[in-house]
């Protein structure tokens, strides 16, 4: 997981540069350098993954084009080879192809032969152009805003650009920039083609496709961990990476001190397959003490995302702070394309497909958000073989009346697809879901809104709904996050698209509070 600010311009002292690429020194703390080039400024903040040595440092010139970076191109090997006959590669990087393989092909076919999690700008001296572009999932953050001058600017964190910017806003992912208009490339919602396979078809094609997902995400230089809340995504990919590995692999689980759900599933997830397993045992000054960084490096004010971030930020601190990891597999976006707790309310398929389109078009601003945040805040970098974009695209295609939850068992064809392998005991597999911020122990959010109900008044949520007039606080856990947020990020808002909330227009799901504990349905899924 690396950092990058480019501005299209020198206006700015480079003391004013530095400052502003100081607030990515937590993604790349290995390495850091800047480079002027064609009018343009570079920054780039280096973990190095891939060709630990100096060889693979950004930016990376070539025919007087100069490219920054974040990102795991998985099929750079291919890509190595296509280039063979115009370009040698002078490091191992996976990400040194890309400036070849724009000047072969151009931004738009450029972007679309890349198999990975990636974010990049680029300054084209031939054109004077400045170009960026984002991956299909938004896996790797971007944003981008304009200078005095009316330039363009490109960073990994919204915050590096507030010295130097305004008008700052999420870069979209799927999308590039041809240094005139922002150009959507990849749309991994909008389906071209439905897919007629049956359901043991179906199984079969998910379960190669997932374990290649996972296995094009073991490329590493450096040590990989896994995180394991025992929850059914997180196991799979465990499951699988241990049958790929000739070792046991490293894997971690959080939980408070309180009534840790997850916990406990973790553990027998551990020991079914070997793993290296670590317990983090957090407790509710532990939680508090933690909320504001927390919510500064998120630069979010969404419920759903700061609860759930919270545990997955200080195990990721811990694994940061006690072992040599660098590279973290994670379970999300699983949930976008298979269902939540409240799709089981769907009325049709239709509409579930509808659901799932706008889950999956705005994960980067909550669930792959806090995955990036949470390790990359703590010098790991995160890969999610969930969001591997051949996966999404079969996935998003399968008949959604297939994926309504008509089996009495929600996500049952992800289920399927393992069941009777032996990736993971059967218990596990069919194991009713239950939200990550509830797993770690109900005590957490309980502990939060307790916390919050002690702040404020029920007076001073009222005058939050004039003091917030863009997605106004609906509780006083909200009102505490949207004010700790403004303390860092005033008038910044924007940058979320509304509260991660369940379809408040089905039956059942209008309700005040994100967590699935507050649906009918619940049921076991919190034992």
Known sequence: MCGFLSIDSSEYPMAIFE?????????????TRTQEANGAVFGFNRLSIMDLSEKGMQPFNNNNC????????????????????DYECQSHSDC?????LYQKYGLDIMCKMLDGEFAFSIKDGNTGKMLAGRDPMGIRPMFYGYTEKGKVAFSSVAKALLPVCHDIKPFPPGCYYDGEKIVRYNDLGDVKQYVEDDVDLIGVNLREKLVEAVDKRLQSDAPIGFLLSGGLDSAL????????????????????????????????????????????????????????????????WDITTIRASLGMYIVCE????????????????????????????????????????????ELYMYDVLRADRCISSNSLEGRVPFADTDFV???????????????????????????????????????????????????????????????????????????????????????????IFEEYYPGQAAWIKDYWMPNKNWENCDVDDPSARVLKNYGDSGK
Do not use: W
């Not at 502003?20 to 290995?30: K, S, V």
């Not at 409240?342 to 799932?356: R, V």
């Open 393 to 483: 695209q079969y996935a998003m295609s399968i008949d959604p009346a297939k994926k309504m939850n008509v089996y009495g068992k929600g996500k049952y064809l992800l289920r399927h697809a393992f069941d009777g392998q032996d990736y993971l005991p059967e218990e596990i597999l069919f194991r009713e879901k239950a939200a990550f911020s509830d797993a770690v122990g109900h005590s957490m959010v309980d502990d939060l809104k307790e916390y919050a109900e002690g702040l404020y008044s029920d007076e001073d949520l009222e005058k939050a709904k004039k003091k917030y007039s863009y997605k106004a606080p609906f509780t006083k856990e909200s009102l505490l996050y949207r004010d």
């Open 66 to 85: 100069t490219l920054v970076c974040n990102g795991e191109i998985y099929n750079y090997p291919a890509l190595k080879e296509n280039l063979a006959d």
């Open 96 to 100: 040194e192809v890309l400036l070849p």
């Open 237 to 300: 990919v465990c499951s699988i990476a241990q049958r790929i590995m000739d070792k046991p692999i490293k894997t971690f689980a959080i939980g408070m001190d309180r009534n840790p759900i997850d916990l406990k599933y973790a553990k027998e997830v551990a020991d079914y397959l070997g793993t290296d397993h670590t317990e983090v045992i957090m407790t509710r000054e532990d939680v508090l003490g933690h909320l504001k960084e927390v919510i500064r490096k998120l630069e979010t």
């Open 19 to 31: 400052k502003a690429l100081h607030e990515l020194d937590d993604r790349g703390p290995d390495m």
């Open 318 to 361: 811990y694994i940061h702070q006690n072992t040599d990891l660098k590279v973290i597999l994670t379970g999300e976006c699983s949930d976008e394309m298979f269902g939540y707790k409240y799709t089981d309310f769907a009325p049709s398929p239709a509409e579930f497909q509808q659901e799932s389109q706008k889950r999956v078009r």
